[in-house]
């Protein structure tokens, strides 16, 4: 017991010698005062605020560019100015408030959607300790930093979900509440596959402290070595900003503009802030926990001793690779296509999860072999890589499972009863898509009439719904157009 304490001593007090101040963490805070607190606190904001009016524009310009047609060119340079009209004409629209609404539910929805997003940029770290210009006061280019910080940042992005819900639900609307349900059911389920690809860095890393993983990633970039945590991640992170293929609590064609329906003017442009905030601040999580931070590219990492790591350098190495996953998002927008949700579900809880388990299972066993055993790295993580890709693939291009009475079965007329035998068949229901008075589409093993113009032309008038069309005579043939 006694050999234990004195271990642990010795651990903790390595710990403060090497950071000064707060144990567990990279960055020295020891000097840092409460006016420098505020200083950074302000910084953060304006580099947000600043990001996302640069955000609007750069994803109209990328999206243009793939439409092949010019976007913002009217209002200032390359219509960078585009994104502060936009931002002002919201501002001055007249402020309109649901009468069936709760107003303080309402009005304060917006606001803990923002004030959470803004949240997650105090632990993420910018660069080294800098030099002020001018003085010799040195500071680390971070607002603050602890043994748990990721953990700090998903609860900041868990308690934000709370701002669509409130929105959603205070609205007093039935296209609000529905686009609240969906987003509640979305952030569950792509939060947990996103903790799951983050815990593997935490094993990597052997902390949680966003200092400390920067740190850990001196040699090696942790993207290059957990690869199937990072592309879980960057699915998770897309489907918790609510962004396309997987913006379904806002979905246009469906609910209208979902959550955000009965907000105008300036309630509307906040949750339009946080979601580009969001945006930004996963982007610059990935950038810390996977590409290294504020570190220099390898090439650049190796001239002279490290000197672009030194300094004022990181920070733009930072930018940069906050902004390579800004033109990801904006990327997959222009490119792909809304997924129904009952996919975007099934893919979040059978696809993403179980991936994350299993690789989180075989990483681990692997860092057991490293630490406790004779066994060669390189080898151990080349085929722990090449058994993941197997197995990706696999449940990727594993045959779907075909539907009793098959294609056979459908042309032949029949559809599969009710307990599915084989071999069993039974006379398709008739379906008409608007018995209700509303068109509803067709329930699995139901069938629509035929489309097409000969088949209508060929079914009597007087024939029973879901009836085939009848045999057509010698003489029946179609009128050639013109």
């Keep these: 017991m006694s050999g234990l304490l004195n271990l642990a001593l010795v651990?903790?007090?390595?710990?403060?010698?090497?950071?000064?101040?707060?144990?567990?963490?990279?960055?020295?805070?020891?000097?840092?005062?409460?006016?420098?607190?505020?200083?950074?606190?302000?910084?953060?904001i304006v580099f947000l605020l600043t990001s996302v009016l640069i955000a609007i524009w750069f994803e109209r310009k990328v999206v243009a560019r793939m439409q092949v047609r010019p976007g913002p060119n009217v209002h200032g340079p390359f219509g960078l100015l585009q994104s502060l009209a936009d931002a002002m004409k919201l501002l001055l629209k007249e402020d309109l408030t649901v009468s069936a609404a709760d107003k303080f539910v309402y009005i304060l929805a917006p606001m803990i959607a923002v004030f959470c997003s803004l949240l997650t940029f105090a632990v993420i770290p910018f660069g080294p300790n800098v030099t002020i210009p001018f003085t010799d006061y040195s500071t680390p280019a971070q607002l603050t930093d602890f043994p748990v910080a990721v953990l700090y940042i998903l609860a900041c992005a868990s308690v934000g979900v709370y701002g669509i819900v409130l929105g959603g639900w205070s609205s007093g609307s039935t296209y609000p509440l529905l686009g609240a349900v969906r987003s509640t059911a979305q952030v569950i389920s792509y939060e947990l596959a996103m903790g799951l690809a983050l815990v593997s860095v935490f094993i990597m890393a052997g902390s949680m402290s966003t200092s400390e993983i920067v740190d850990s990633q001196t040699r090696v970039w942790w993207a290059l070595i957990l690869i199937p945590s990072f592309v879980i991640y960057i699915i998770a992170m897309i489907g918790e900003t609510n962004r396309l293929?997987?913006?379904?609590?806002?979905?246009?064609?469906?609910?209208?503009?979902?959550?955000?329906?009965?907000?105008?003017?300036?309630?509307?442009?906040?949750?339009?802030?946080?979601?580009?905030?969001?945006?930004?601040?996963?982007?610059?999580?990935?950038?810390?926990?996977?590409?290294?931070?504020?570190?220099?590219?390898?090439?650049?990492?190796?001239?002279?001793?490290?000197?672009?790591?030194?300094?004022w350098w990181p920070i733009l190495w930072f930018l940069v690779k906050v902004w390579a996953f800004m033109f990801v998002f904006v990327w997959v927008r222009g490119t792909l296509l809304r997924l129904r949700y009952d996919q975007f579900m099934k893919f979040g809880w059978k696809v993403l999860i179980p991936a994350a388990l299993a690789w989180i299972v075989v990483l681990s066993v692997v860092q057991g072999l490293i630490r406790f055993g004779d066994v060669d790295n390189r080898a151990i993580l080349v085929a722990a890589g090449a058994l993941f890709v197997v197995a990706m693939l696999a449940i990727f291009l594993w045959p779907a499972r075909k539907e009793p009475g098959g294609a056979a079965e459908t042309a032949g007329g029949a559809t599969?009863?009710?307990?599915?035998?084989?071999?069993?068949?039974?006379?398709?229901?008739?379906?008409?898509?608007?018995?209700?008075?509303?068109?509803?589409?067709?329930?699995?093993?139901?069938?629509?009439?035929?489309?097409s113009r000969r088949a209508r032309r060929l079914v009597p008038e007087d024939s029973p719904p879901g009836a085939g069309p009848a045999a057509p005579d010698a003489q029946d043939e179609e009128v050639p157009r013109g």
């Design 11 to 44: 651990s903790e007090a390595a710990l403060a010698s090497e950071t000064p101040g707060v144990p567990g963490i990279a960055a020295d805070f020891s000097q840092d005062n409460g006016w420098t607190y505020l200083v950074k606190a302000v910084l953060i």
């Design 416 to 451: 599969p009863s009710g307990p599915y035998r084989k071999g069993a068949t039974a006379a398709p229901e008739p379906f008409d898509a608007f018995a209700g008075g509303f068109p509803v589409p067709p329930l699995p093993g139901q069938t629509l009439p035929s489309a």
């Design 245 to 311: 293929p997987f913006d379904l609590p806002e979905a246009e064609g469906e609910l209208v503009s979902g959550y955000m329906t009965e907000y105008s003017s300036m309630k509307f442009a906040w949750f339009f802030l946080a979601e580009y905030i969001n945006m930004i601040n996963v982007s610059a999580v990935a950038t810390t926990l996977f590409l290294g931070g504020w570190r220099a590219p390898w090439p650049l990492s190796a001239i002279n001793d490290g000197m672009f790591n030194e300094g």
